[in-house]
Antibody, heavy 119, light 107 residues
Framework: EVQLLESGGGSVQPGGSLRLSCAAS????????MSWVRQAPGKGLEWVSG????????NYADSVKGRFTISRDNSKNTLYLQMNSLRAEDTALYYC????????????WGQGTLVTVSS | EIVLTQSPVTLSLSPGERATLSCRAS??????LAWYQQKPGQAPRLLIY???NRATGIPARFSGSGSGTDFTLTISSLEPEDFAVYYC?????????FGGGTKVEIK
């Protein structure tokens, strides 16, 4: 059974940093690109960042480019999102998402970890 | 960035009725469009990928169509569990983008 378990969320002041983790199990993690998707309270879904299976290619939404860094450790089956220079508008539930087959549509999602940026 | 515009924002229907949801892209996404369902307090669930392919376990009452810039999700006969928010998502061009969502509510 595929499982994605996010952690690392919490409350932080504007300008602060957090590192999110997503522990994956039940599938061949090293064979899949992975993504982070967020959802602000009461709002829609926003794709944040994606990384290729081997980690050599990364992509970011314009809203986080230069502030967030996605990475992965295939030996630990874990995906990361380092978030720096956090802003109030980064407040959201952050989901880790696994793509379906070779596509970038997502067939498995974690339950999310909440990040709150507030002074 | 490709902008996906969903309409209507809210759709008020009764169980048993047909639901037709629209997603329009600001430029062609070919057939690389998916639909998700999200219920309160839950993660999104993949319904349809690449325009018209049902994901594993998705009932046949859900169908997708379209190409290029105009796409439709149809629920042929609404079941009580289908009242939720639906999102479209394109994978044609990075960055990946989602539509703003359509809420299907009970009339």
């Amino acid at each position: 059974e595929v499982q994605l378990l996010e952690s690392g969320g919490g409350s932080v002041q504007p300008g602060g940093s957090l590192r999110l983790s997503c522990a994956a199990s039940g599938f061949a993690f090293s064979g899949y690109g992975m993504s982070w998707v967020r959802q602000a309270p009461g709002k829609g879904l926003e794709w944040v960042s994606g990384i290729s299976a081997g980690g050599g290619t990364t992509n970011y939404a314009d809203s986080v480019k230069g502030r967030f860094t996605i990475s992965r450790d295939n030996s630990k089956n874990t995906l990361y999102l380092q978030m720096n220079s956090l802003r109030a508008e980064d407040t959201a539930l952050y989901y880790c998402a696994k793509p379906f087959s070779g596509s970038s549509h997502f067939d498995y999602w974690g339950q999310g970890t909440l990040v709150t940026v507030s002074s | 960035e490709i902008v996906l515009t969903q309409s209507p924002v809210t759709l008020s229907l009764s169980p048993g009725e047909r639901a037709t949801l629209s997603c329009r892209a600001s430029q062609s996404v070919s057939s690389y469009l998916a639909w998700y369902q999200q219920k309160p307090g839950q993660a999104p669930r993949l319904l349809i990928y690449d325009t018209s392919n049902r994901a594993t376990g998705i009932p046949a009452r859900f169908s997708g169509s379209g190409s290029g810039t105009d796409f439709t999700l149809t629920i042929s006969s609404l079941e009580p569990e289908d009242f939720a928010v639906y999102y479209c998502q394109q994978r044609s061009i990075w960055p990946l983008t989602f539509g703003g969502g359509t809420k299907v509510e009970i009339k």
